[in-house]
């Protein structure tokens, strides 16, 4: 069964900044959409990025100007970069993505395991 992967969260000082990945777990499946989410404790999950097949990308008001989302098709891999880190970002950071096979149908939108996310003050 293929999964979504994902890396790059941690522990980081206010300010800094970190780089999520998501990447499928197998290959013959590219990403399609992705969308970057969150969770904070005792707080709903929100989205916080988006970005279409072909490259159109959405924000959350919260993190314009300093989140950027991307992809590489060539590594089949959607990023988050995250700059001008606050403390009221840290939250568990999931992506959720609806796979292209290479047989041309589409799967139904996977969740990554999600990744931690702290910022300290």
């Known amino acids: 069964q293929v999964q979504l992967v994902e890396s790059g969260g941690g522990l980081v000082q206010a300010g800094g900044s970190l780089r999520l990945s998501c990447a499928a777990s197998?290959?013959?499946?590219?990403?399609?959409?992705m969308g970057w989410y969150r969770q904070a404790p005792g707080k709903q999950r929100e989205l916080v990025a988006g970005?279409?097949?072909?490259?159109?990308?959405n924000y959350a008001d919260s993190v314009k100007g300093r989140f950027t989302i991307s992809r590489d098709n060539a590594k089949n891999t959607v990023y988050l970069q995250m700059n001008s880190l606050k403390p009221e970002d840290t939250a568990v950071y999931y992506c959720?993505?609806?796979?292209?096979?290479?047989?041309?149908?589409?799967?139904?939108?996977?969740w990554g395991q999600g990744t931690q996310v702290t910022v300290s003050s």
């Open positions: 197998r290959g013959g499946f590219s990403i399609n959409a």
């Open positions: 959720n993505a609806q796979l292209l096979h290479a047989s041309g149908s589409y799967t139904p939108p996977y």
């Open positions: 970005i279409t097949s072909i490259g159109s990308t």
